[in-house]
């Protein structure tokens, strides 16, 4: 059951994470911040179909990490759920082609040990 | 008002990102823990919403949710991601000064990889196809 949530929380987060992220670049980018111009993009966004599949995929994400601390501990939640920088990390490179230089890389692994030894 | 300095409006809105999900976690787990068992039917669980602790976590989940979906229309996931996991170390900060927490040296090991990992994931510029080359 545990592993189980754990391989459910981390596969919605990535799907979630790099499906709003492709559905984001579609969009565009946002550089008006007036009220109205908010509500048109915030408009064109909740009808965006990559965006609608990463929020109920980060609905699932949400409700899975739930659940996942309330049968294991946080030490153990937290660093295991750390996971999806990998897959995320690989996927941001080859499906969503961006430059992942050396610096990101290792930033992302020194992350990945921190959130290890943080969780302790 | 166009704000177009890419790099300012990233290091804003992941401020932003960091600080309402960290707040917005915390106020949730309050909330829920001061709730205790909840159940499980819908009711139940729309019930829980109301509690303010609860409610003030909604909230700044949903706007950590537009802060991230904005930083996203301009910046790569790869810099998104490792940056805001500085988020860790606010959560370890506040669980310190808010909570009396103590931080073992484990954990302020962990604390410096992080800090370390987003300095080095922050130097290189948010938006891959416009400086293939990290923009230094």
């Known amino acids: 059951m545990k592993w189980l949530l754990v391989a459910l929380c981390v596969s919605s987060t990535v799907i979630g994470d790099v499906f709003r992220s492709l559905g984001m670049r579609h969009h565009g980018e946002i550089s008006d911040f007036r009220p109205g111009a908010l509500g048109g993009a915030l408009s064109a966004i909740a009808r965006n179909w990559m965006v609608i599949v990463s929020t109920c995929a980060m609905a699932v994400s949400f409700f899975s990490f739930m659940k996942l601390v309330s049968i294991?501990?946080?030490?153990?939640?937290?660093?295991?759920?750390?996971?999806?920088?990998?897959?995320?990390?690989?996927?941001?490179?080859?499906?969503?082609?961006?430059?992942?230089?050396?610096?990101?890389?290792?930033?992302?692994g020194l992350i990945l040990v921190g959130v290890v030894l943080i969780s302790q | 008002m166009p704000v177009t300095d890419v790099r300012r409006?990233?290091?804003?809105?992941?401020?932003?990102?960091?600080?309402?999900?960290?707040?917005?976690?915390?106020?949730l787990t309050h909330g829920m823990q001061a709730l205790g068992d909840v159940g499980n039917s819908p009711i139940d669980l729309i019930a829980a919403l109301f509690h303010p602790w609860v409610a003030l976590g909604v909230f700044m989940l949903v706007v950590w949710t537009f802060a991230h979906m904005a930083l996203l229309s301009w910046a790569d996931l790869s810099y998104v991601m490792p940056v805001t996991a500085i988020g860790y170390v606010v959560t370890a900060f506040a669980g310190r000064?808010?909570?009396?927490?103590?931080?073992?040296?484990?954990r302020w090991a962990g604390i410096v990889?992080?800090?370390?990992?987003?300095?080095?994931?922050?130097?290189?510029?948010?938006?891959?196809?416009k400086k293939p080359d990290g923009g230094q």
Request: aromatic share 14%.
């Open chain 1, 72 to 108: 294991a501990p946080m030490s153990f939640a937290v660093p295991v759920s750390a996971i999806t920088f990998i897959p995320e990390t690989f996927l941001a490179r080859y499906l969503l082609k961006e430059a992942v230089d050396w610096r990101r890389w290792t930033g992302i």
């Open chain 2, 9 to 27: 409006k990233t290091q804003l809105f992941a401020v932003l990102s960091v600080l309402s999900n960290v707040a917005g976690n915390s106020a």
């Open chain 2, 97 to 106: 000064f808010f909570l009396g927490e103590t931080v073992s040296p484990t």
């Open chain 2, 113 to 129: 990889f992080i800090t370390v990992g987003v300095f080095l994931v922050g130097g290189t510029h948010p938006v891959s196809e």
